[in-house]
């Protein structure tokens, strides 16, 4: 295979792996909002993650979990982080917040919106996925045409 040949097949496996990804970010959170409950919760704090690769990079840059406190329908008293964060916070301390938590496993929490909960970037994967593939059987194709 020629070098031409190699970037449209790059492309279209990245873009493929990006949908795949979305796609099971989009099923996890469709599956986690059927058996989930709602309830009311407060941030009680902030949890940041750093992220890149020098210490500039991660000063400058990171990722705020909200960490949440809330009572189950049962009556339990739960404080949790939701595995879904954002730059900028998707919530500030203090705030109240409507949540969906896993009745199975209260620790399971998200904020109740598009992005705390997951749907969101699942779509944007999903959309960035699609957007590649296209544009590597487009590049693929002008290429088979040229030869």
């Known amino acids: 295979m020629s070098d ?9 496996i990245i873009g493929t792996v990006l949908a795949v990804l979305g796609s099971a970010v ?3 959170t469709r599956d986690f909002r059927r058996r989930a409950r709602r309830a009311q919760a407060q941030v009680v704090r902030l949890r940041a993650y750093r992220t890149g690769a020098s210490r500039r990079e991660r000063r400058n840059s990171a990722v705020y979990h909200p960490v949440l406190r809330f009572t189950t329908a049962e009556g339990e008293r739960v404080e949790a982080e939701s595995p879904v964060g954002s730059n ?3 919530a500030r301390a203090g705030e109240r917040v409507r949540i969906l938590y896993d009745p199975a496993d209260p620790a399971q929490v998200r904020i109740d919106s598009a ?3 997951g ?8 959309g960035a996925g699609l957007l590649v593939l296209a544009l590597g059987v487009r590049l693929g194709l002008v290429s088979a045409l040229l030869t």
Do not use: A, R, Y
């Not at 031409?4 to 279209?12: E, M, N, T």
């Not at 749907?119 to 999903?126: D, S, T």
């Open 88 to 90: 900028p916070p998707p």
């Open 4 to 12: 031409k040949g190699d970037v449209p097949l790059i492309l279209g």
């Open 26 to 28: 989009v099923l996890h």
């Open 115 to 117: 992005m705390g909960g």
């Open 119 to 126: 749907m969101l970037l699942g779509g944007v994967f999903i």
